[in-house]
């Protein structure tokens, strides 16, 4: 390899100039050039340089106990810090808490995709995300602290409609990191878990005449590397560093190499330990019934990582498409020190592509976890409790999602409880209250996502809420939970309370659920019963959810077989208690209703307790036409369809 690309990690680091733009990249803690961080910590404290930098990050790069950019927190090294995460530099946080530097905490996938408008020359970027968050201008243009005066995120309006234009900073240098390095400066990523942005890190850095530093295992000869497999080409990469000792380029922090990660193998995925049946497990096994068969789905860190167990242990996994916001699409989700990766992975993509991906609507579900919420639905997960940790991803994901579950305990901080012959108990309350009177920062705003008609559910061990127009209503309380006892003393508010239905009581039973069968619809003619003598239809959909397309037709199939088993036209009683509908399926739900009424019923009539419920219904019932009042009560309904017991 020519001598001019090949660096030991000093003389690379000793490039890097005072009041440099410094970009590095790493996910959570894989990915991470942790040999250049450490060589740039060493010169800083043994030289004083180089000062006054800026680093820009996605999300966190660190082991939040010194390791990765942690190793940066050293008074003076840095002046600014714009990053979608600051939990896994906790002393570069408390730096920014303190005033100390200026800080900017920015959406993930914002960050991310603004590499490429660096790269591109471009003075920033439009997009919605961001919008009445706390990244907003009117909510403080995701500045952490006072010290912090300049604007790069401001309000705009495009054709009468509201946007965010993010500023672009041109970047100096790029800290990236690659598997092997061939003689021309070629990056290949093989035993990389994730690729994420080091080529439009790259590209941003040498475009703007900067200075790109590889870290990587190995070098190997001309040639070895074929041109598809090139990450980063030659031509963007300035200097090469070889990890030394190996430990320096652990796959993750707790992992040296896993060829399963990699794509290098594939594994038994049988082999995943099953979750003990505690808090922790009833929310995954609960957020795990909003799982749209067939669809695209995004879970973060905590509570809803427990989802991918669930679904492996009730076969459901080969059914839909999990994927991180890093770039890993489909197999089994890693958590852990390897979170962000993925075993017998699809595909790996870019982060920044992903982030096109989910920016764009693709994502049809969620599963986030919460800090605090509120009354209104506004859920905190950046700042609290006097700890800065940033947003990450979470902005980016939960705003364009089809649908979201906000998953997690009702209490913090020593939460115990014992689940007894199908009954959840509260043995020792947490010591802190998560839904407070106002979150002390806007990560997710319920009013804007209630504005759009964005599905949010928010589920605990004991109960479930739904955003409303009018914000959080009780929808669903486990078996053995007192609402006046277990539920309301421990808010700060008191929620939308109309007649809540019991969870699940497979959620608080040893052993399958037969989820796969609900997701499916398979048991769904088990909710239509025929009275001939009565010549009436009972179609049961409380607590059914339409999550998507094929969940309608599955309805529609269901209900002609049981017609044309009737032999005749039939008068019909729609139970539509606790049935959930997803915003954008309501017409095709009432075209659906339409034809089945014009094909099959006589008469029919339907009830619902949830206002919402029964007006969204009637709405789009009547855009086809179908002039059907949504009854509140059973027997007003039945009414209807025999007039003569009325």
Request: aromatic share 6%; charged share 20%; hydrophobic share 40%.
């Amino acid at each position: 390899m020519p001598s001019s690309k090949v660096f030991s990690a000093d003389d690379a680091i000793a490039r890097i100039g005072n009041n440099a733009v410094i970009a590095t990249t790493g996910f959570v803690q894989s990915c991470i050039p942790e040999m250049l961080h450490a060589a740039l910590e060493k010169r800083f404290v043994a030289t004083g340089a180089p000062r006054d930098c800026t680093l820009i990050m996605c999300a966190g790069a660190g082991d939040s106990k010194g390791l990765g950019t942690g190793r940066l927190h050293h008074e003076g090294l840095l002046k600014r810090v714009i990053a979608a995460n600051f939990g896994r530099m906790p002393k570069v946080a408390q730096a920014a808490q303190d005033n100390k530097i200026q800080g900017y905490n920015l959406p993930q996938g914002i960050i991310s995709k603004l590499y490429r408008s660096c790269a591109a020359g471009s003075p920033g970027l439009f997009s919605k995300v961001g919008l009445h968050t706390y990244v907003d201008p009117r909510l403080g243009g995701g500045k952490v602290n006072t010290v912090t005066k300049d604007d790069i995120v401001k309000l705009v309006a495009v054709d009468g409609r509201e946007w965010l234009f993010y500023k672009a900073t041109p970047i100096d240098v790029a800290l990236i990191r690659a598997t092997s390095a061939d003689p021309n400066g070629n990056l290949s990523m093989e035993r990389e878990c994730l690729t994420l942005d080091v080529l439009a890190q790259a590209m941003a850095a040498h475009n703007n005449g900067g200075l790109v530093i590889a870290q990587v295992e190995r070098l190997v000869a001309d040639g070895s590397i074929r041109p598809k497999d090139v990450r980063v080409p030659g031509i963007l990469v300035d200097c090469v560093v070889v990890a030394d000792p190996p430990e320096m380029h652990r796959m993750n922090y707790g992992v040296i190499y896993d060829p399963g990660l990699a794509g290098e193998v594939r594994v038994t995925v049988d082999s995943l330990p099953t979750m003990e049946l505690d808090e922790r497990k009833i929310i995954a096994r609960r957020a795990a019934f909003e799982l749209p068969p067939n669809g695209v789905i995004n879970l973060g860190v905590g509570a809803p990582d427990g989802v991918a167990n669930v679904a492996n242990e009730e076969k459901v996994t080969p059914y839909l498409v999990m994927t991180t916001e890093a770039g890993a699409v489909g197999g089994v989700l890693a958590g852990g020190s390897s979170f962000g990766a993925s075993a017998n992975a699809h595909a790996i993509i870019d982060q920044n592509q992903m982030f096109d991906f989910y920016h764009g609507g693709g994502l049809d579900l969620t599963c986030l976890g919460m800090a605090e919420c509120d009354s209104l639905g506004n859920v905190n997960t950046s700042k609290f409790g006097g700890r800065l940790n940033g947003c990450g991803g979470f902005i980016d994901i939960s705003q364009n999602a089809r649908a979201v579950v906000f998953a997690g305990t009702f209490t913090a901080g020593g939460l115990e409880v014992a689940i007894e012959d199908g009954k959840l108990k509260i043995v020792k309350e947490g010591r802190a209250r998560k839904f407070v009177n106002q979150v002390e920062q806007v990560t997710f705003s319920g009013t804007y996502a209630a504005q759009k008609g964005q599905p949010v559910l928010y589920v605990t061990e004991r109960c479930v809420f739904l955003l409303t127009d009018h914000g959080l209503e009780l929808i669903e309380v486990a078996p053995g939970i007192d609402i006046e006892r277990d539920i309301l003393p421990h808010m700060a508010f008191r929620p939308h309370i109309h007649k809540p239905v019991t969870m699940n009581p497979r959620l608080f039973v040893d052993g399958p659920m037969d989820l796969l069968a609900d997701l499916l619809n398979q048991k769904l003619s088990e909710r239509i019963s025929y009275d001939a003598g009565r010549n009436i239809l009972l179609v049961d959909l409380a607590a059914w959810s339409a999550r998507k397309k094929a969940d309608v037709v599955d309805l529609e199939r269901a209900i002609s077989d049981a017609c044309k088993a009737a032999g005749r036209r039939v008068n019909a009683v729609v139970n539509q208690d606790g049935c959930r509908i997803a915003e954008d399926l309501y017409d095709a739900y009432a075209d659906m209703v339409a034809r089945v009424s014009r094909t099959y019923y006589d008469r029919m009539a339907r009830y619902a307790t949830s206002a919402i419920t029964r007006q969204k219904l009637q709405d789009a019932l009547r855009r086809r036409g179908l002039d059907t009042h949504v009854h509140e009560h059973a027997e007003d309904a039945y009414a209807v369809v025999e007039p003569e017991l009325a």
